[in-house]
């Protein structure tokens, strides 16, 4: 599997995968995709990375745990939905703004941040499985 | 005046939670000093109590509320009247005392901050439950002062007695809360309201109703676990590894009187039945009795104070039981006379504690030389426990005789119970007052000298507050006893106590009797307690062991059933799953009939020849082909490696079928999933170094087989029956039309989860994340057995 090709290819691999999950998670609201797809995506490149490169080389590209970014997307979604209470709806209750920019107009909405949030549990939590059982005996979790 | 008095009530109700949550703030800046600031929150509560004393005595109550859930009309709603009055200015005042005392008590202690914090919620806690006027209000704070006396009880958690007896009150009492929730909500049903002071009104609807006897039952259990009435009073002494300072909190005025509370608070609506009187005067009484006698059994003064605090409970609980206007009227003036004189002496032996270094009384004397002015504490703490004029405890007396004098024999009976309790009572106080401050002086571990100021007040101004109600009478009855009084019975009670010794009376020599026999036991305390204790020995167990047998069996149960359903054996899980899931696919279709819609009928005639070759494109002939292939591969394949790699291919072929037949998000999401479970299988396979090939005994294969055949038939067979029958659009008709409008998104399957049904999403992402950590930690432990050699 440690192919001098595969080692070259992968992290141009992981990087198009990375920035192609972006964008699937972002077009999710009127095309295919989604945070939850998005997610996934971006979990495979994370296991191909921990392939090529070792899993201590994938952790400290991270910079965090990849549990804590599970973590912190179920607080996006859970936050993104508590904002409804600022405009006394009930939880959940989806607020739009469309951000004027001139030559487009940018729509924010609290559904995007659910989404994000979506796509960082599953980013975080599958790259943390994958990651641990592509780790070797001797290293720490 | 009016409305901002209703909005104090309640901030003196919710004040101590907010104290407590900067308590370790205050602590750090302060230091040693926190406790005198901290005293200051509960001095604020009796300051404003006593500022609604006014209008609550001239027969006014003061409600207030906040809103809690409206949309089920629930508010958090508070009010005071005579009887919640005295008990919140009881758990302020004492509360004062105690935090001043626990600033001294623990000086230097690491977790002193941590202590006071955990004292202040018990404390808001405590305040909530005797203001509450909302039933699950109530409930909400009977359950949180189980929590908060919890971790005061457990505070000293590195030792195990005190973990036992946390754990133990905990237990106990939270089965009085459940009884306590369900009561609650039967009582709503029957009435119509959480109010407490509406169901006041509804004398008739609990008593005459046919769940009568449940209710009853139900708020009995709670306020016997709460307030250690035998058989469950066992928890109690064992709560006394506590620090001193919650010992004298909680076992005076606060904890253990919310069940007397509680049943104060009930009368009107359940009480007065022959079955109330009946079962608390019994119950009552045994308590009193076991509790004296539990008393003069110990040696360890905290112990002893324990034990006549659930003799004091029992005599509480009996006076409620008896109901009669004299019997509530004496009920009251002993809970006061008993919170003062219980607090103080508690107090009393924590100082004795802390500066001679022992609290067992066979070890303690002469120490009024040393500690003058604690010993002015006990000494007017235990004049008012034993009852002598001018002190409030000889009133408590003279009215629960009062209350049963001239009655039938089983009134006479409860008056001999009474006398007898009384008796043993004043005895142990003679002790408790006598044994360790008279007497030869004795060696002790710490050269005992005076307690700390802050140490001192709680004692000396409890007792100086027994003695000054003791000698007031006329304002003890009108403005304590008249108005609390009036609130249980519900008609207006006049007050008629009075400071005169009338020799011609019954009472005077039935307190004179109780007396005498006070000093006979004291003075054969000695003899008593050896009795007592070869008694206990030999019978052997008590409901302490029974306590500790039942929890063991409970452990054991639960281990057992543990292991029946967690065998560890991977194979049995999955076997378990499969069949169930073949169950449950087959039992709708064969019981329940819905074979038959796909099963050929006779006017179909011969159907054979009406099967034509669906139609299809070669590429997608092709695509089918390649599903196929790949599972016929996973079938025959040599190496596992091969079938996983196959069964990739598989489900490819799937994601593809999906995409030509227009689902791309089903697709797309497809192929990722595929993608990641075979690279994840792969790992797992080398991680744990499996055999390169697949063997299995034939019964294996047979059952494996047999089971993934069943379920692809079901599986099968489900898809061909749902797309048989007719389709309803409702559901797709109304997301395809209100998804631009209203969701602003195109694509109806995103919208749904994100939004539609974002709720669901929610749950399943903390599912999601859930499992992550749980395989984590699978996969770490693994790593750690394997490292230990394991």
Redesign the interface.
Known sequence: MNTIIFRTAAPLIVATMLVFSVY?CLR??????????GG??A??SI?VFGMASGVPAVRRALKVDP?AI??F??LL??FS?LLSLFIEAP??T?I?LYLDLGETVV?L?T??F??I??YF??F???S???L???SD?EED? | MGLSLDASIVLAALAPFLAALLTPLVHRLAGAYSGWILALVPAGIFAVLLGAAGPVISGETIAAAIGWVPSYGLTLAFFVDGLSLIFALTIAGIGTLIVLYSGAYLRGHKHKGRFLAYMLAFMGSMLGLVLADNMLALFMFWEATSITSFLLIGFDHNRQAARRGAIQALVITNIGGMCLLVGVIIAQHLSGTWLLSELRGLEGVLKDSAFYGLVLALFIGAAFTKSAQFPLHFWLPNAMEAPTPVSAFLHSATMVQAGVYLLARMTPVLGGTSVWTAVLVAFGGVTLIWGALGALKETDLKQILAQTTIASLGLLVMLIGLGSEAAIAAMLVYFVAHACYKAGLFMVAGAVDHEAGTRDITALGGLADKMPVTFIGAALAALSMIGLPLTVGYFAKEEMYLALVGGDWLMLVALAVLVIGNALLAGVALVIMIRPFLGDALPTPKSAHEAPVAMLAGPILLGGVGVVAGILPDWLGHDVLAPGATAILGHAVEPHLKLALDLASPLIWLSALTWLLGIVVFRQAHAIRAVLRRLSVGLGWNADTVFDAVMFGLIRFAATVTRLLHHGKLEFYLVLVFVSLAVALFWPMLALGGLNWIVPTAELGDWSKRLVPPDLRPYEWGVVLLAVLGLVAVLIAQSRLIAILSLGIQGTALALIFLLFGA??LA??QL??E??SV??LT??MT?LRLDARDHRPFEDWARDGTLAVVCGAGVSLLLMLVLNGPLDTRLSDFFTATSVPI?????I???I???YR??D??GE??V??G???A??AL??RR?KT??TGL
């Open positions: 699937v999710g609201h009127n095309e295919p995709g989604g945070g939850f797809i996934l995506i979990a495979a296991a549990l599970a973590g997307g179920v979604a859970g939905g939880f959940m989806s739009w729509p909405s559904p995007m659910f989404d949030g979506v549990v599953v975080g939590t599958l943390a499985i994958a641990a059982l592509e005996e979790l | 791309p998000d797309f999401t990722m999933v993608v990641l690279v994840i790992i797992v991680n969701a602003h998104g195109a694509n399957v995103n919208v989860l994100v939004d974002g709720f999403t929610l992402i903390s999601v994340m499992a992550g950590i395989i984590l996969l770490r790593k394997e490292a």
